[in-house]
Structures are given as C-alpha cells and as structure tokens.
C-alpha cells in the first residue's frame, strides 16, 4: 500500500528537523507482497490540532486500518498482525560504578504524553471486542532474559518499577506583569450550546467587551460540578460578542472579567488548580475551633467574604497549619519547601462559620485531613486557561494581584488515587471462573521475597507525615474462604510480634482481631492475650476422630492473672459470684482413678474443689477454701468476719446450699496495726441446713483451740449459725481504741442431697 499523509496540519521530516523529500514510492513491485517504504534516518512527524476521523469526538492524528480475512496466511499456529515493529540492537552500553557512568536504554515504542489541560487523560488505551470462539486475551508480555546486573540495576521484571504519586514538587513562580484586563461585567440573554466552533450569543450590555478579551462565563463557587470557563471575546456586534464557548449555558449566566496574568513560568501548570498570591495581604486571626464536616467554626476570628479582597464568588484559600508537610521530598526550600494544602472558600455565613471545598469520586465533601488550629487565608483563583510559557488566565478575582508577587499552584490537597482497580464478571452457571490472579514459579529455584508483598513506612519521613501506609494490606469481602492456605513448608501464618518480653517489635504485629474481640501476645506478660467480649465464653471441644486421645486441653506451666466476667450457663450469673448457689468458675472432672484436684481462685480468696460421680456440674460433694477477714477499732462485739472486709450481706458469707452438711476447719490469726499484739486460735464444728434458711444449726460444739492469747481483752473467735442468711458466721471482738486485723483460713468439707 502507499502511505498517505494525514488530513490535519502535518509536517513530515526525514533523518533531521529539516524537511526532505522521499523519493517517490512504486505502487506496486512485481514479485512482492506488498508496496516498500525503505527510510534511512526515520521520519519525524508533527501534528497540530489533528481532525482525521469524520466523528468530531475521537479526532486523532493517526489511522491504522487493517482488515484480515486470513486467506494469506498459513493454516496452522500462525499470527496476523495490525502493526509489526522489529527493533534490532546490534551494540550498546552499559557500565557504572568506575571511570565510565553510560547507560543505552532501548524502547521499542515509547508513549509520552504531557497534559496541561483538564480531562479525563491517559497515556496508552488497550480495546479487545473479541466474539469468536477461542482464546482472548489483552495482553501476553513474554521477557526472556539471559544478562545480570551490574551497578545501579534494577534487575529483571515483567514491569519496571511503576510509580503513582502525587507531584514531589511545589510549583512557584512570579507574576511578570497583568495585562491590561477586561471590564466585562453583563449576563447571558440567551442560552448556549457548547461547541468546538465560534459562536455569536447575546448578552445584556457589551460595555467592557473588546475583542481579544478574556470573560469568564458562569462564575460561580467551587464545586464538584464545576461548569464556568475562559472565553476569548473575537468579535463584538450589538448586543452580542462572538467567541468560543466548549461548556453549555443556561440565559442569565454572568459574563465577567477573567483574571490575565502573566508568569515567569509556566512549567508543571494544570488546568482548573488554584493560584495562591503569597504576596498580597493574608488573614490568620484566631483559630479554626472546629470542623464539622466540610464547615470550619472560628474562635477569635472576623472572617468575611472580603477578608483578603474577595467576593461571594471567589473569596480565597484557606490552609491549616495543622495540615502541612515538611517531610521528604518537602523538606527543604523553594520549589521543595513545605506543602500546604490550599482548600478554596466556598462560602462565609458568619465571622466564625465558614465551608471549604473538597471532593471525592463518591461525592463526599467532607474535609479529611489533620484537624483545627491555626491557619492563613489568602487570595486565590482557579486556572482556566494556561498559555505555555506566557501565563493563565484565570477565573474572576477582585483581589489584587500585582507584578512580582509571588504565586503558587496549589496541589489539589483532596485527591482521590487508588492503585490497580480490575472488575472481572461471568454469568453463565457453566463456565470454569479461576482464579483472578495466579502467580506459580515454574523455575528451579525459591525466591526469598514474597508472592504478594504490601509495604510503607509514612512516618520515616517526618514532618506530620501518617504512622502507617495503608489500612489494610489484603481485604476480603464477599468471598467464600477469606483466605486459603495449603501446601506451606515453612508456616502458614507468620506475625510479626514477639512477644517475649523484648520489646523489639510492636505486639499489634501479632493481633487477630474480630468485632469487640482479639487475640495478641502481650511482651509484658511475655505471653498471649485473649480478650473476649462481656457475653463471651471460651469452649474447647473434644475431637469426634476414633482414639484414645481426645484431649480436650492440655495445660503445662502456671496460670496467673485475672479471668474476664463471663455467663455460667448453669446458674445464670457473672464470673464475680452474687449468691450462694453461684459459682465464680464451674470446672467438670469426670471421677477416675488418676483423677487430678484441681481448684479456682476467686479475687476474695475463695478457693472451691467439687467432683460429680455423675458427670453433672457443681456435683453433690464439695471442698471449699474460704478467706475470711475484717478490720476491727473498737470492742463491738460479734462481728463478722466475710470475704471482702465489709459487712455482712448475701454476697460475702459463706452461704450453705439447702440440705447440706457441711464440716469446718478454721485457722484465725489476728494482730494490731497500732501496737504489738497477736492471737490466733483453730476453730474446728460441724453446721447443717436442711429446707431453708430457718434451719440452719450447729451441730454439737465447737471446739476452739488456743494458738497464742493476745494481752488485750479481745473476744475469742465464735462459730454460730446465721439463720437468716442459711450459713456460717465466724464471730470475733477486738478492744476500745486498738486497731485489730482478722484473718480467718476456712476449710470446709460439704455433702448435699
């Protein structure tokens, strides 16, 4: 085929910047299968304002049209190409490190696109509309490598590192002078379609229109459905001026003054960001106090829409100093000094009420960032023109911007930045749907990093910088396993966290979290933390397997610390017992003859052993440890020892069970705080309840045993029957004006019906 030249203005250089002509080219040559184009130097190739495509939505500079029905190629595992670049490489270059820093970097096709203006841009689009039977794929990159590195690599990889990042760069200039600026200030009398061409609409008064003005169409304040924009006035007639307008407009929009400025430089400009003066008078007084939502509430401040020039419009920026970042790479001076987030003022109901701009793809327009504090208000306007390497033209501003201030484009302080977003859909039931992403090493060697590797350490930066880089690294929602693990040679799951009491690495590391739940070591304790909820209960269950061993737990080492409140499911209380029939722990021990004690410490001291030949929990014979103790100022008489040292109630006695026997062991000790004195005595009986509380009764008499007679005149320990409670009371007196220690060791040895 012949090449043909674009339809657009189009400038053809072969071997250099000079135009050449090729020589004329054969339509056809006999023998081969298609028409030679054989170029020595290359071809260069520009295009201004393209317009090949009949469709004005999709003009483009270039064409490539290639239709196949295959007749010319073999019937066998062949391929049919729409485009073929063969790139050779015959010699290159590569050293570093020594006397020689060379490097050839080779790209077969390389893809740059720069965009200053607004838009929905991308650098390369991949379309596959594939209907027929057989395999689709977008893409099959395929890299063979044989080579090494050498100083300054990066090594071998399907992909380059890619980078996604925010500019690491403030971009600040210098207003070089303003133009003479348009005086423009009436409304639409009509509405306008938007379009690439000229048009001439009508307006309520031209004065101030001349042609080549700048006008702003539609002021208005900022928004997430921003539709204002610069027009150049090319003709003014009557109550009418010509120019192009791209957006729609409704009859009423303003036609206003744009703001023309010219800059020392345009370079690294965007479309639609804010220009900050950092020059003109700014307003700090007060604090922002607080921040609900995108609304700032103000304490010691007088704002108003004209605090630094502004109108109802465009009243200005506003940054907090709470949000600014002076960490890497903005951590130095000039075009690296800090970076502030510029927020445009929507809005001023009152000399502390305020609301900002921000946005989100979903539509939020909430503020997200660090906080309240102190903060700077300064003029500012949307860019709504750049002209490379002359200035901006930007929305209307009635504040003052003059030559040789200093100016700013802010970095849009709310962006919205995901990495890699990929939908995968199937409907029918009988398709084979695998997995979405597969990664096998088919090699003959391990590699020692990760599958799927997540890291980011903000807070190595400093300067306000995030502790941590992302909220989760892996996420599941919707799926049948959350995560599925098999085949592992090493472990399964590795945590961070050591906790073992080094201290090294922090025990969040190792925390496995549910709602209101967790499990994580705890270095402290040099062990492992569980923390259920109030209404949790922590079950071990034998294993169903055929075998002698269905350990349900096995226990080695000391159990120490506290238990949470939990439910018994038997008698319907708390972990802290209330009454007599509750227990603070119930443990079920089948009766055997290698049956092991065991026993529960309650917080009071209370210590219960209990055995069931029946397999039921809280069984008929039981064993209790009970520490008894009270404080004593004077010489009251009969009082009762209890487990908390307070006085006697249902909770802190020791409350028999109805038709119960129960034999006692005591051990009392008892000491002045305020002088030396001791006693101690054993108390040994026996006490019975049968129906009820009313008959409870000491069974015979007591014996108590002198250990050692204190000097004082204290009343020797008692054993009585507390008919009104249903138990045993342990009854002791000190003297007037000395201050007495009860202690009471009580065993007791219980049979029921």
């Not at 938007?194 to 002021?219: F, S």
């Amino acid at each position: 085929m012949k090449p043909s030249l674009f339809a657009g203005t189009v400038l053809i250089v072969c071997g250099s910047v000079l135009a050449q002509t090729p020589s004329p080219v054969p339509s056809t040559i006999p023998g081969d299968a298609f028409d030679p184009l054989n170029l020595t130097k290359g071809v260069n190739i520009t295009v201004i304002n393209p317009t090949i495509g009949g469709d004005a939505n999709t003009r483009r500079a270039f064409n490539l049209n290639v239709t196949t029905d295959s007749a010319t190629s073999n019937s066998n595992f062949s391929d049919e190409l729409g485009e073929y670049i063969n790139f050779d490489v015959t010699n290159g270059q590569n050293v570093s490190g020594g006397l020689t820093d060379a490097k050839k970097t080779f790209f077969p096709l390389l893809i740059k696109g720069t965009y200053t203006g607004a838009g929905q841009k991308f650098v390369l689009g991949i379309q596959g509309y594939m209907y027929g039977m057989g395999d689709s794929f977008l893409e099959a990159p395929y890299l063979l490598f044989a080579g090494g590195p050498i100083s300054g690599d990066e090594g071998d990889g399907l992909i380059g590192v890619s980078t996604l990042t925010q500019q690491t760069s403030l971009v600040k200039t210098t207003i070089t002078s303003v133009p003479t600026q348009s005086k423009a200030k009436t409304t639409l009398t009509q509405s306008v379609k938007g379009g690439p061409g000229a048009q001439t609409v009508t307006v309520a008064d031209t004065t101030g229109c001349n042609v080549n003005d700048w006008i702003v169409a539609g002021q208005e304040i900022p928004s997430g459905t921003p539709n204002l924009e610069a027009v150049k006035i090319t003709a003014v007639g009557v109550g009418r001026i010509t120019g192009v307008f791209k957006n729609n407009h409704t009859r009423g929009d303003t036609i206003t003054a744009s703001l023309l400025l010219n800059l020392a430089s345009t370079t690294y400009f965007g479309q639609d960001r804010v220009l900050v003066n950092l020059s003109q008078p700014s307003y700090s007084t007060g604090k922002v106090s607080a921040i609900q939502n995108y609304t700032f509430t103000g304490s010691g401040t007088s704002w108003a829409k004209n605090m630094v020039g502004g109108s109802a419009t465009n009243i200005g920026a506003i940054a907090l100093s709470a949000d600014d970042y002076s960490g890497a790479p903005f951590n130095g001076s000039g075009a690296q000094g800090t970076l502030k987030s510029w927020y445009q003022i929507k809005s001023v109901s009152s000399g502390t009420s305020l609301t900002i701009h921000s946005y989100s793809t979903a539509g939020n327009l909430d503020y997200r960032g660090k906080g309240a504090g102190s903060y700077i208000i300064r003029p500012a306007a949307r860019v709504l023109r750049v002209l490379p390497g002359v200035g901006v033209v930007c929305e209307t501003s009635t504040a003052t911007w003059k030559a040789n201030d200093d100016v700013e484009l802010a970095i849009c302080p709310y962006p919205d930045v995901h990495g890699f977003s990929y939908n995968i859909a199937g409907y029918t039931p009988g398709g084979n749907y695998r997995d979405f992403f597969t990664v096998t090493n088919t090699g003959a060697r391990h590699f020692s990093g990760a599958g799927f590797a997540v890291s980011g350490q903000p807070a190595s930066l400093g300067g306000n910088a995030d502790s941590d880089g992302f909220t989760s690294a892996f996420k599941a929602r919707g799926v049948s396993t959350g995560l599925d693990l098999a085949q592992c040679s090493g472990v399964a799951i590795s945590l961070g966290a050591r906790g073992d009491n080094q201290g090294s690495v922090s025990d969040n590391a190792g925390k496995i979290i549910w709602p209101n739940r967790y499990l994580m070591p705890n270095t402290t304790w040099s062990g492992m933390e569980l923390h259920p909820t109030p209404n949790d209960y922590l079950r071990f269950q034998s294993s169903n397997y055929a075998g002698t061993n269905k350990d349900v737990m096995i226990w080695t080492g000391n159990i120490q610390g506290g238990l949470p409140t939990h439910i018994d499911p038997l008698a319907s209380n708390q972990l802290t017992a209330t009454a007599s029939t509750e227990k603070a722990l119930v443990l079920h021990l089948q009766p055997s003859a290698t049956a092991n004690a065991f026993e529960i410490q309650k917080n009071d001291g209370t210590i219960i052993f209990s055995v069931d030949p029946n397999g039921k929990l809280g069984g008929p014979t039981q064993e209790g440890l009970y520490l008894l103790r009270r404080v004593t100022t004077d010489a009251t008489a009969n009082v009762v020892l209890t487990t908390d040292a307070n006085a006697p109630d249902s909770t802190n006695q020791l409350v028999m069970s109805n038709n119960c026997l129960c034999v006692f062991d005591i051990l009392i000790a008892a000491r002045r705080i305020d002088a030396a004195d001791y006693g101690a005595w054993r108390l040994t009986g026996a006490i019975k309840k049968d129906s009820n509380a009313a008959s409870t009764a000491i069974l015979g008499s007591p014996v108590l045993t002198t250990l050692a007679a204190p000097s004082g005149s204290w009343t020797p320990p008692s054993a009585v029957a507390d008919t009104a409670g249903g138990g045993l009371q342990i009854r002791v007196a000190g003297a007037a004006s000395e201050t007495v220690r009860w202690v009471a060791r009580t065993v007791t040895t219980e049979v029921t019906n």
